[in-house]
């Protein structure tokens, strides 16, 4: 595990266990609502820039770096998504991947069948977000090893959100979920750095390379790295 110490709500620091071979992230309990809007945005950016990395398997009987246990699995939904973890059966804390950290943090949306048809007329075969295993798109539409839907990066929610956590950065004040969009001027640079990212000839060639929400978050990188 390679820790990054981040900051919190109200100068605190919260220190955030991740395995980047394994794409995962262990919070100790609470850690994840501790974060403040500004190293939520730090882990974003480093799931774009690590996701691409060839993905280690994780082992069903993972167990809790604090207590040894093994760790138990959770379905959990947020809103309406629906996202995995495992957890300690001491309240230790939770080991969830990248791809599901993106879900509970409502960034990633199911493809519509149009978007689907339009990848199988272009690609063959696309890598699983989730856990990195091969989908033949002329016979399935979600994984075969661990059974998740294609996915992509919900470019709206990417927008929504990275105006809302820099408001609430900004202002001190704690993210609403129901704040209106504030930041014009970062509601058009993300509108940019999305544009037809999903119909370019680019955007294909990275999908191939690594993955749809890859893809996506590779985009969203690079215009992070901008700031």
């Known amino acids: 595990m390679m820790q990054q110490v981040l900051a919190g709500h109200h100068g605190t620091s919260v220190t955030v266990d991740a ?41 069903p009987a993972a167990k809790c770096p604090r207590c040894d246990l093994t760790l138990k699995p959770v379905h959990d939904i947020q809103r309406t998504t629906r996202f995995q973890y495992r957890r300690c059966p001491r309240e230790h804390g939770r080991l969830i991947t990248f791809f599901d950290f993106l879900r509970e943090k409502n960034f990633l949306r199911p493809m519509s069948p149009d978007q689907i048809e339009e990848l199988r007329r272009n690609i063959a075969t696309v890598n699983c977000s989730n856990c990195g295993a091969s989908i033949d798109l002329a016979k399935e539409s979600t994984c075969p090893h661990c059974g998740s839907a294609l996915s992509i990066l919900d470019t709206d929610q990417a927008e929504k959100l990275v105006a809302e ?19 014009e001027q970062a509601r058009t640079e993300v509108a940019r750095a999305f544009k037809g990212f999903e119909h370019e000839a680019g955007w294909y060639d990275e999908v191939m390379s690594s993955n749809l929400v890859v893809a996506g978050l590779q985009s969203l990188t690079r215009w992070l790295k901008r700031e």
Request: glycine share 4%.
């Open 19 to 59: 395995c980047l071979a394994c794409h995962v992230f262990w919070f100790d309990a609470r850690e994840s609502i501790q974060l403040s809007p500004a190293s939520t945005l730090r882990l974003f950016r480093l799931i774009g820039e690590e996701s691409s990395a060839e993905q280690r398997a994780l082992t």
């Open 165 to 183: 956590l820099r408001a609430a950065d900004r202002s001190g004040q704690p993210v609403d979920p129901t704040l209106p969009l504030k930041l």
